[in-house]
């Protein structure tokens, strides 16, 4: 069989404490004149990182907006589109999670990719900064929409773990365990790209590791930074690898119920695994030394005891969905997958 590889959009990565010193050289490197920050309410108001890195753009920097939440609702999208134009900007500095990023590459889509460059610092681990992707929900519907655009998406990402001890200890865990989902529907995709399947098996070595870490201390910079460093290599995959159940479940849950995209990985991935385990046990065999067990049958409970042990929720319930809504939710699923759903209830 022929596999197929495809390079994320990131040309230039800065890894390590402190590359945010960095921004500045950095932006002149890509020749950003007139720059919005983009960044979440949360951050702006709870955290001098804002201020910190606004101070770094003196002088390119034009306005912030602080507009984007979880999920990407489209009218900020809208808003943010806007004040590109009114501000004449040629380059975006996303500083946030993925919501955030994924706001700028809609936004930058919209208004004309071509005139604006796209420079990410991630505060989380969801991985949106590495992908040409963005979902952006529908303020009306609830639905989310794709929006496909490598122009739009960094092309340069800042990797700083100092810059993430802000984020909150919940938020940075279960973006972990999306990272986790990122790299298992990885091994198992259709394409079988041998380089970013090798990357996803060391991403959970790593990820197994540096998460536990990070619960008993969140300040330790050095296992934030290989948390960091896992996620990076789990979201090579997304560049050029069909993903699953997991994370296509984990859209229509997170968007029209209002849960995020981590909490939704922590309650699908390890049924996910179970169902792809009972349907072609091969795929999930590559996975067994990772999560430490002798059977493609026990991989999916090993995922989900790894997940417990974060004090992250497995079931449905757990997440937030009201039992009420749960057989609406189930109407919207594929009828092959409601197996997992029902896993998880």
């Known amino acids: 069989m022929i596999a197929l590889h495809q390079s994320s959009p990131a040309r230039r990565v800065l890894q390590g404490p402190g590359a945010l010193r960095e921004l500045r050289?950095?932006?002149?490197?890509?020749?950003?004149?007139?720059?919005?920050?983009?960044?979440?309410?949360?951050?702006?108001?709870?955290?001098?990182?804002?201020?910190?890195?606004?101070?770094?753009?003196?002088g390119r920097h034009q306005a912030t907006f602080a507009g984007i939440r979880e999920h990407t609702p489209e009218n900020a999208v809208n808003q943010l589109a806007?004040?590109?134009?009114?501000?004449?900007?040629?380059?975006v500095v996303s500083l946030g999670g993925g919501s955030v990023i994924d706001g700028c590459k809609a936004a930058i889509h919209l208004h004309g990719p071509d005139q604006i460059k796209h420079l990410a610092i991630p505060t989380t681990l969801s991985g949106a900064e590495f992908t040409a992707s963005a979902g952006v929900t529908d303020d009306s519907t609830h639905r989310k929409r794709g929006v496909i655009d490598p122009s739009a998406a960094p092309q340069r990402v800042v990797l700083d773990p100092q810059?993430?001890?802000?984020?909150?200890?919940?938020?940075?865990?279960?973006?972990?365990?999306?990272?986790?989902?990122?790299?298992?529907?990885?091994?198992?995709?259709?394409?079988?790209d041998p380089l970013t399947q090798m990357l996803a098996l060391e991403a959970i070595r790593r990820l197994r590791l540096s998460l536990p870490a990070c619960l008993r201390a969140p300040d330790d910079v050095v296992m934030r930074e290989q948390a960091q460093i896992a996620a990076w290599w789990?979201?090579?995959?997304?560049?050029?690898?069909?993903?699953?159940?997991?994370?296509?479940?984990?859209?229509?849950?997170?968007?029209?119920?209002?849960?995020?995209?981590?909490?939704?990985?922590?309650?699908?991935?390890?049924?996910?695994?179970?169902?792809?385990?009972?349907?072609?046990?091969?795929?999930?065999?590559?996975?067994?030394?990772?999560?430490?067990?002798d059977s493609t049958e026990l991989v999916g409970s090993a995922c989900r005891t790894f997940?417990?042990?974060?004090?992250?929720?497995?079931?449905?319930?757990?997440?937030?969905?009201?039992?009420?809504?749960?057989?609406?939710?189930?109407?919207?699923?594929?009828?092959d997958w409601r197996a997992i759903v029902a896993a998880c209830a």
């Not at 720059?35 to 309410?41: E, F, G, K, Q, R």
């Not at 042990?309 to 594929?334: I, K, Q, Y």
């Open 25 to 58: 050289a950095e932006v002149d490197r890509a020749k950003m004149g007139k720059i919005v920050l983009v960044t979440s309410a949360t951050l702006a108001a709870s955290s001098s990182l804002v201020r910190a890195t606004e101070e770094l753009l003196e």
């Open 234 to 293: 789990a979201a090579l995959g997304l560049a050029g690898n069909t993903m699953g159940p997991s994370h296509h479940l984990g859209r229509v849950l997170g968007a029209t119920f209002g849960i995020g995209h981590g909490i939704t990985s922590c309650v699908f991935l390890p049924a996910t695994i179970e169902h792809m385990a009972g349907s072609d046990p091969s795929l999930v065999a590559p996975l067994q030394e990772v999560f430490g067990v």
């Open 163 to 192: 810059v993430t001890l802000p984020t909150p200890p919940r938020l940075w865990l279960s973006t972990g365990i999306r990272a986790l989902d990122h790299a298992v529907e990885t091994v198992w995709a259709p394409e079988r």
């Open 82 to 91: 806007d004040l590109l134009g009114q501000t004449a900007a040629d380059g």
């Open 307 to 335: 997940i417990e042990s974060l004090d992250l929720p497995t079931s449905l319930g757990e997440a937030g969905l009201a039992h009420r809504d749960l057989p609406r939710f189930v109407e919207m699923v594929p009828e």
